[in-house]
């Protein structure tokens, strides 16, 4: 790829498409919106938190194709994620089949990584990404419930015009 093709990572958030955003195993109070939004999540008072046990299961869709290069995940100290999975374009994921499928991308934070600095993501995972699932296995305390306060994403949108006329270029 010619380097003027690279472009600016961006916050993929006005790329996300709300209507079909789930967060399974969240606490009905701290919803997945106030880790995920614009200004939700740069409140310390919000986060997400977990329900039943420590784990969440997180499906974000796109309103378009992006590569995803970089996530954030913030947390606290004994709350905060642990072992996290990250699924390229798999749908309908539950906690019964999440370890079925392997994962595009696992990370295991540290504490340094909660404290909000992007996490490079293996990036020839995540070039043509419609949807990505973020599974928390587990918390930094070993607690019954997760919290997050911070979910960012970073990357860039794919353009599917110039794809389109490269496809037809190599198709002659």
């Known amino acids: 790829m ?10 993929l958030v006005d790329f996300i498409d ?17 880790a995920l939004k614009q200004g939700y999540r740069d409140d310390d008072g919000l986060h997400l938190e977990s329900d039943a046990d420590e784990q969440l299961l997180i499906y974000i869709p796109f309103t378009q194709v992006v590569k995803l290069h970089s996530v954030v995940i913030k947390g ?14 798999k749908e309908n994921m539950g906690f019964s089949n999440v370890n079925d499928y392997p994962p595009s991308d696992s990370l295991v934070l ?12 293996k990036y020839v995972k995540f070039q043509s990404v419609r949807s990505l699932t973020i599974f ?17 994403l970073h990357g860039t949108t794919v353009d599917t015009t110039n794809m389109k006329e490269l496809k037809k270029i190599e198709e002659h």
């Not at 905060?80 to 390229?88: D, H, I, M, N, T």
């Not at 540290?110 to 993501?121: A, N, R, V």
């Open 2 to 11: 010619a380097s003027g093709m690279h472009r600016t990572l961006v916050d």
């Open 18 to 34: 709300w209507r079909g955003v789930e967060c399974l195993n969240q606490s009905t109070g701290h919803a997945i919106a106030n």
């Open 76 to 89: 606290s100290e004994e709350e905060g994620p642990r072992s996290v999975k990250l699924f390229a374009n």
């Open 110 to 121: 540290s504490l340094e990584d909660l404290e909000g600095k992007p996490i490079s993501l």
């Open 136 to 152: 928390i296995e587990d918390n930094q305390g070993g607690n019954d419930i997760s919290k997050i306060q911070k979910v960012a």
